[in-house]
Structure formats: C-alpha cells, structure tokens
C-alpha cells in the first residue's frame, strides 16, 4: 500500500503543476494581440422609415453592411448547424474537435470541421489560412482572447458581419440583399438554409454559378435541421423545392444624387438617415426617365416633391438616369438654369402686397419701352386691357415686365433670397428681365419659393436630413397675396385628361426652349418637375405646358390617390369685381414717375418706416401729407380703409409681427412703410 504522505506529495505535485500550466495558457491569451474587430463598413443611406437607398461599397469593391435586424429563425439555425455549444463553450469546443478529428482517422479524409463559430470569426477578422495546424493553432488562441473580451452577442455580430457569401459579398445582410432582393429579418427556411451553407464554400456554392453544388449544400443544412427537430418535415420537404437565386441583384442606388451630396457633406458619417420615401423614390425615376426619352434625344429630367407642412423632401430626381448617356452623371435639381415664366406668380404676388393691384385690377398689354428695353409677348400679340388674373394665366410678358419695373428688380431679388433660394445674375444688377426668366436658379429654389407660396407667404425651409430642424423662411408676402396667387394659378386649364381646380400650378419655357418647367402645390403638398439638356442646348418645340405640366400632374397621381384640396381665403381677403374696388386698384398705372418730380405725392409720415410700435391691440393711428383725397390705406395688400379725406385716423389693428401699411390718393400716387407691431 502506498505511503499516504508520498502520494499527498504527488497530488500537491500535480496540481502544482497543472496551476503552472493553467497560469500559462491563460498568460500566452491574455498575450494575444487581437486584429481589428472595427472593419470599415459600407456607408449607407435610408429614407425615412430606413429603407436602403444607396450604399458604397468599402476597399477592394467589398459590400460589408452591417447586420441589423437578423430573422431569429436563421441564426437559430446557423447555431445548430455550425456550432450547437455556441452559447457554452469558451471559445474551443473539444467534443467537437474530439468528434472530427476521430472521423478524420476513421474515414482517412475531413469529415466535419471542429471549428467553432469564434474561431472562424478569428479567421475572418485575420483573413488567415484554414488547414494548416499552425493556422488552425493560432485561430484556437485568438478564438479563447475573443472569448475573454467580447461578449456571445458581439462575436456573433462579427460574424454576421464579415462572413462570406460569394463574389464581393461579405456578412449576412449584404447576401440577403445581393441574393433575396430583401432585408434579413424575415427568411424562408431554404433561405435560412443557403446562407448557412454559403460560408463553408462561397465560391463554390454561388447559386448563380454552381446551382447544384448550391442545392446540395442547402439541402444538406435542411435535413440535418429537420434530423435535430429545429423544423417540422413538412416546412422541410416545403423548403426542398424552393427555387434558388439565379442571379446576384444589384444593390438600391435611389437618390443617386442626392445620396453623393449628403455622402460628400458628412464623410465622417456612416449612416444618412433622409427625409426621403424610398416607395416614391422608386415610382419617379422610371417616370421621369420615360418622360425625358419621350422629349427627344440627350434630354433629361429633374423632380422635387416635398411637404411644404414640414419642408421634408419626400423625393429627388437629378436626372433621367444616374448612369445615362445624357450626362445623366449631372444633378439637375441642383444646377443653376433659367426659370422662364416660373418667377412671374412673385411679382404679382409682390405688387399686390404693395396696393399696386388686384387680381381683379385691369392692367394694359401693349407696346412699351423701358430705356432700350422693349419686352414683347411670346406669341407678339398684343391684347390691350386685361385683367391681372388673366395676364397671370396667360402668362404675358408686358404686364409683368410694367409690375416688375415698378416693384425695382431688386425687390424681387430680395425676395428670393427672403425665400430661401439664392439666385445668381448672369451679369451686374438686376434688370426687368429678371420675371422672365433673366436669372440663374435651381429647381430647389424654385420648389422652395413655391412652398413658402403654399404656405401663406412664409413657410419652411426643404431639408433632406429626418433629423433636420425645422427652420422657417423670411416672409415672402402676405398670406392674402399668397392666396390670391394661387386662386389664380389653380384657375389654369389643365392638361388633356387631368383634373381642372385641384393644383395651384406655372409652367415656364426658357430663352430658346433650353429648359421647360412646372411647379404646382395643392394643400400639402409642391412639385417641380424640369426638363431639358444638361449642357444647355436648344430643344426645339419644347414648351412646359406640352412636356412638363402632363409629368407635373402624372407625378401628383403617383405621390397619393388623391389631392389635398387647396386653402380658404384669408378672412380679410377682398374678393370683389373691378368695379367694386377702391378706384386706385381699378386699374394698374405706373407711379414711379410721380415719386421722382411731383413734390405733392401722399406721403405716410406716422408711422415712420422701420418704427417698432406698442398698440396694446388697440386702433392705429395714421397721419399723412400730401397727396389728393380721397385716400386708401392698405395693410399686408389688405383694404384697411377707402375714401378716407383726413390726414390723421385711426385703422383697426393689423396684428402683431410686421406689416407693410401702403397709403394711395385719387391720382394712384403712394408711399408704403414697414413697421413692427408689438
């Protein structure tokens, strides 16, 4: 019988020993110098529910997205099949190893691998190799550090992420997309099935190239599922007859443009997350496309549809095709073109805040000059007097071009600007031509100025970004000139077959027909739709009523079944007929001559111009100079009082913010301040 104090000796001996072992290994892992577990992921962009748009792939060409939401259903899956003691084990699994090496003596070849999922993940993270004990050795070390520095979670997300599925693709949400056309929350059973098998062989196993070795491999992942009881046999014998992806998908590029520019804008940033619908995105381009090959050759197009509520852009177009031969590289929502006759709703707008006229006021269409200027109207005819809401509808170019002079060109510059849009002259100072078309803008501006109109003058800025803040606009004009402007753009005669009253819209043709335009609203939300060459060519017969007003409202009946029906009138609108207006408003006559020599002209002495007033809501109280009884006092475009004979009275209260008072005597002459309310 032994000595019990030898063999006491030889247990303490041996446990000594193995301590020293035990302290080794864990010192060569705590030793272990990790790769990088951060790789460069594809940077993406969402629209506002986080559906891709567009993703760019990462060095070398590789699409490495990151997972995201993954259907629970594969990854049980995945578990059960490449490594069952995931959730156990610390990184190695001996049974496992136990289990392929005793089948590799057995049948003299591999049978099974006793690789556990965080040692193929080291493989992946060091791209190392897989058959050689040296590599198999070193994979065994790094799995054990990963172990002891990640969690479960965090080492299968690596997985998710880097595993290879054929061709370029690398992690699970990049095969779904390249393979399935969908994202990986919710997968088929033979879906499942494939993308476990794909791993082990990407190359070999691509479906596209190698259906059978494809079919075999899944097929092999199905009924080891069904032999461990993970899903039922009629799911499995279901899952057998699945037909296989037979081709790679291309990833989504919507918004091709749009997504460069917020790409270029934010590099640092990984994710875009925009105010975009990716549905909508998706029913446009092909409409604007067919629309700029139906308009003749090298044409394109450009679309902006946006919630002139909220400022959100719910689509952007730049071209009839990101990689069309029509310099379809070119975004044309954002390049500076002509607008044409897409400006003239602005001045009117403008000139009725200014008491200068009514919708109703009549305005003569004939020959004039202005210095060397001679504007003409496009068909060179001449229609004597009409009224404004005619000339609007008509769009002529003399009653504008007589409003503009009027207003001063720069006023309508600033009022762009007041906009949000930033217009560019092609030359020094603004000049008359600028309603005409005589400016540089973008079909954002335009769409912007538009919405600002929809919104009663003033409304928010677009923005692209779902995290954006809401910011408002400079006020443009009155709500009531707002109004007043869109009751007589929602008064145009449609195109053939579209419904008539339901879109406040213009449509514009530039200098030698090198753009054409529509831009329309209805209660929620505005479209501007352009069409033309991107390098500024001529497209002869173009005209926006006959190309651009049929997408303008196509693209309304693919936005929503329905319109939104267009506001009321403001409360203090004055809708009457001409013979019913204050007399000055009856008809349109220029004034700037009486305010250069006549000594005599009204002029609004209280409340001086720029003059910050506390009413307490109560009257406000007007004096005036000269100028010939009786008079009209205007406020915001809106009659405030009419025949009035004294030089000093009282008006009702216009409201807090800032209000632009115009005072007009018997001859037409007027002066106008802007003053602040409090």
């Given amino acids: 019988m032994a000595n019990p104090a030898r063999l006491l000796l030889s247990l303490a001996a041996c446990l000594f020993l193995a301590g020293l072992a035990r302290d080794a290994v864990e010192d060569w892992i705590s030793r272990t110098?990790?790769?990088?577990?951060?790789?460069?992921?594809?940077?993406?962009?969402?629209?506002?529910?986080?559906?891709?748009?567009?993703?760019?792939?990462?060095?070398?060409?590789?699409?490495?997205?990151?997972?995201?939401?993954?259907?629970?259903?594969?990854?049980?899956?995945?578990?059960?099949?490449?490594?069952?003691?995931?959730?156990?084990?610390?990184?190695?699994?001996?049974?496992?190893?136990?289990?392929?090496?005793?089948?590799?003596?057995?049948?003299?070849?591999?049978?099974?691998g006793g690789s556990t999922l965080t040692m193929q993940v080291a493989r992946l993270l060091e791209d190392g190799p897989t058959g050689r004990w040296s590599g198999k050795l070193r994979q065994i070390r790094l799995a054990l550090a990963l172990e002891r520095r990640?969690?479960?979670?965090?080492?299968?997300?690596?997985?998710?992420?880097?595993?290879?599925?054929?061709?370029?693709?690398?992690?699970?949400?990049?095969?779904?997309?390249?393979?399935?056309?969908k994202e990986p929350r919710r997968l088929t059973p033979a879906e499942a099935a494939l993308l476990v098998a794909l791993p082990q062989s990407p190359e070999a196993r691509r479906p596209d190239r190698h259906p059978e070795q494809a079919r075999a491999a899944r097929d092999r992942v199905l009924t080891r599922i069904q032999r461990h009881g993970?899903?039922?046999?009629?799911?499995?014998?279901?899952?057998?007859?699945?037909?296989?992806?037979?081709?790679?998908?291309?990833?989504?590029?919507?918004?091709?443009?749009?997504?460069?520019?917020?790409?270029?804008?934010?590099?640092?940033?990984?994710?875009?997350?925009?105010?975009?619908?990716?549905?909508?995105?998706?029913?446009?381009?092909?409409?604007?496309?067919?629309?700029?090959?139906?308009?003749?050759?090298?044409?394109?197009?450009?679309?902006?549809?946006?919630?002139?509520?909220?400022?959100?852009?719910?689509?952007?177009?730049?071209?009839?095709?990101?990689?069309?031969?029509?310099?379809?590289?070119?975004?044309?929502?954002?390049?500076l073109r002509s607008p044409g006759s897409t400006l003239k709703p602005l001045v009117y707008g403008l000139a009725f805040d200014q008491g200068m006229a009514h919708p109703e006021t009549l305005i003569h269409d004939g020959p004039v000059m202005f210095g060397r200027y001679t504007p003409r109207n496009f068909d060179g005819i001449f229609r004597g007097d009409v009224r404004v809401r005619e000339a609007l509808q008509m769009s002529l170019n003399i009653p504008v071009v007589r409003l503009t002079h009027e207003l001063g060109p720069g006023r309508v510059m600033a009022a762009l600007r007041r906009a949000g849009a930033?217009?560019?002259?092609?030359?020094?100072?603004?000049?008359?031509?600028?309603?005409?078309?005589?400016?540089?803008?973008?079909?954002?501006d335009l769409v912007q100025l538009y919405a600002a109109q929809a919104q009663g003058g003033q409304g928010p800025l677009l923005r692209h970004g779902l995290t954006d803040p809401k910011?408002?606009?400079?006020?443009?004009?009155?709500?009531?000139?707002?109004?007043?402007?869109?009751?007589?753009?929602?008064?145009?005669?449609?195109?053939?077959?579209?419904?008539?009253?339901?879109?406040?819209?213009?449509?514009?043709?530039?200098?030698?027909?090198?753009?054409?335009?529509?831009?329309?609203?209805?209660?929620?939300?505005?479209?501007?739709?352009?069409?033309?060459?991107?390098d500024g060519t001529p497209v002869p017969g173009a005209f926006g009523g006959d190309l651009a007003a049929p997408l303008l409202f196509e693209a309304f009946g693919r936005l929503k079944p329905g319109f939104?029906?267009?506001?009321?009138?403001?409360?203090?609108?004055?809708?009457?007929?001409?013979?019913?207006?204050p007399q000055p408003l009856q008809r349109f006559r220029p004034r700037s001559a009486a305010f250069e020599t006549q000594a005599d002209a009204p002029q609004l002495l209280f409340p001086p111009d720029g003059a910050r007033l506390a009413t307490d809501g109560g009257a406000l109280t007007v004096k005036l100079r000269g100028g010939s009884g009786p008079f009209s006092l205007l406020a915001d475009g809106q009659p405030m009082a009419t025949g009035i004979r004294q030089r000093e009275f009282q008006v009702p209260n216009p409201g807090r913010g800032y209000a632009s008072l115009v005072v007009i005597d018997a001859r037409g002459r007027s002066d106008r301040v802007t003053v602040e309310i409090e």
């Fill in 471 to 534: 910011e408002l606009t400079a006020p443009v004009m009155s709500d009531v000139a707002a109004w007043q402007v869109g009751n007589i753009l929602a008064g145009l005669t449609p195109p053939p077959g579209a419904p008539a009253g339901v879109l406040a819209y213009k449509t514009g043709t530039s200098y030698g027909h090198r753009d054409v335009w529509a831009v329309g609203y209805d209660g929620r939300h505005v479209i501007g739709v352009w069409l033309g060459r991107a």
């Fill in 422 to 444: 930033q217009p560019r002259l092609p030359g020094g100072a603004p000049g008359l031509a600028i309603s005409l078309g005589g400016v540089g803008i973008t079909l954002h």
């Fill in 150 to 181: 990640l969690s479960k979670d965090e080492i299968l997300s690596l997985y998710l992420t880097h595993a290879p599925y054929g061709g370029n693709l690398e992690g699970v949400r990049a095969a779904t997309l390249a393979w399935f056309g």
């Fill in 564 to 581: 939104d029906p267009l506001p009321p009138p403001p409360p203090s609108t004055l809708i009457v007929g001409a013979a019913d207006l």
């Fill in 33 to 112: 110098k990790l790769p990088p577990v951060l790789a460069e992921i594809s940077v993406e962009v969402r629209d506002r529910n986080g559906a891709l748009l567009r993703t760019y792939p990462v060095e070398d060409g590789i699409w490495r997205l990151r997972p995201g939401p993954v259907d629970a259903g594969f990854v049980s899956m995945l578990i059960r099949y490449e490594d069952k003691r995931f959730r156990s084990h610390n990184g190695v699994d001996l049974l496992a190893i136990a289990r392929a090496t005793g089948q590799a003596l057995w049948n003299g070849r591999t049978v099974s």
């Fill in 230 to 335: 993970v899903l039922p046999e009629a799911e499995v014998q279901a899952a057998f007859s699945e037909r296989l992806p037979s081709t790679m998908r291309a990833f989504p590029q919507l918004a091709a443009h749009l997504a460069n520019r917020m790409r270029a804008e934010t590099r640092e940033t990984a994710v875009h997350d925009l105010t975009l619908d990716a549905g909508l995105q998706a029913r446009l381009e092909p409409l604007v496309a067919r629309a700029a090959a139906r308009a003749g050759p090298r044409v394109s197009g450009a679309m902006i549809v946006a919630d002139h509520q909220s400022g959100e852009v719910l689509a952007s177009v730049g071209s009839a095709g990101y990689a069309d031969a029509r310099q379809g590289f070119v975004d044309m929502t954002t390049a």
